[in-house]
């Protein structure tokens, strides 16, 4: 590819990529050495001591506090079941839409996208006047409820492309030969909605574990999870260093799960989503 094709074609995408992605992360991993000073700024001497914190070390009463851990953790395993009532009830619900005729299916798909017409904090407020007579407000079950709303559609569009696109030919060809309906269905169906299925759990799963709004208002201080920390230092707390560092923390976990992803699924990897 000659200079001229390359800047024609791939030069605004990767521009656009070290302007608004590579030079904020590089900027942010610089602000993570940096220390806070007196009213809230930010300056020298360069240090590992946010790194140190990240990982549970306080440098200054010098012992180990795993707090951070602990809400990675929490956020971890939220986000992860979230994720999976998201699948448990979405998988069965694009099939649901995919099967139906033209004019159910444009209805349902209006219904799934409805909620995007409201602001976002107003949806998760409404959550408060839901679950307020089950006395589940402040609580960590309000913000599982708050997640699995507010990440299901997410999930259900994704599978529903896929849907759209499975070859039926196949599962009656295995009826055919005499293979049962489940494993029909597991043999001839599911893979082809296997690129719609890890496209949806990552479009969850990522943002979920990310996620600072819903247990802010649902959940309440007792349920903070790590967005709710990199939230605080960048905004109460005023400690930008601290805050980057965990910024990066949470980076490298999702950049993580994108790579093992990315060795099981072979060759293709990621591509495989598109």
Do not use: H
């Not at 610089?30 to 007196?38: P, V």
């Not at 949806?200 to 208002?217: E, K, Q, W």
């Not at 601290?242 to 949470?250: P, Q």
Request: aromatic share 14%.
């Amino acid at each position: 590819m000659t200079p001229r094709r390359f800047l024609a074609t791939l030069g605004p995408g990767v521009l656009w990529l070290a302007l608004f992605l590579v030079v904020p992360a590089l900027i942010m991993f610089g602000y993570s050495l940096l220390t806070r000073t007196d009213l809230a700024q930010v300056g020298g001497p360069w240090t590992l001591e946010n790194w140190q914190r990240v990982f549970g070390y306080d440098a200054l009463f010098k012992e180990w506090l795993p707090d951070n851990l602990r809400v990675l953790w929490r956020s971890l395993w939220l986000a992860a079941l979230s994720t999976f009532f998201c699948v448990l009830m979405g998988y069965p619900l694009a099939f649901f839409i995919a099967r139906q005729d033209a004019r159910r299916k444009n209805l349902l798909l209006l219904l799934l996208i409805i909620p995007f017409w409201t602001n976002f904090l107003i949806r998760v407020y409404a959550w408060i006047l839901i679950l307020r007579p089950f006395d589940l407000v402040p609580s960590l079950t309000a913000t599982f409820l708050g997640m699995v709303y507010a990440f299901l559609p997410f999930f259900v569009l994704p599978v529903y492309s896929s849907v759209e696109k499975v070859d039926w030919r196949l599962r009656e060809a295995a009826e055919d030969l005499g293979a049962p309906p489940v494993r029909a269905f597991l043999t001839g169906v599911f893979p082809q909605t296997l690129p719609g299925l890890v496209a949806g759990i990552l479009l969850t799963f990522i943002p979920a574990l990310g996620m600072f709004v819903v247990s802010d208002i649902l959940g309440g201080a007792k349920t903070a999870l790590i967005g709710n920390l990199v939230q605080n230092q960048f905004g109460q707390a005023g400690d930008w260093p601290y805050g980057s560092a965990l910024s990066f923390l949470l980076m490298g976990v999702v950049l993580l799960g994108l790579w093992l992803y990315a060795r099981t699924a072979g060759q293709k990897g990621l591509e495989e989503l598109i």
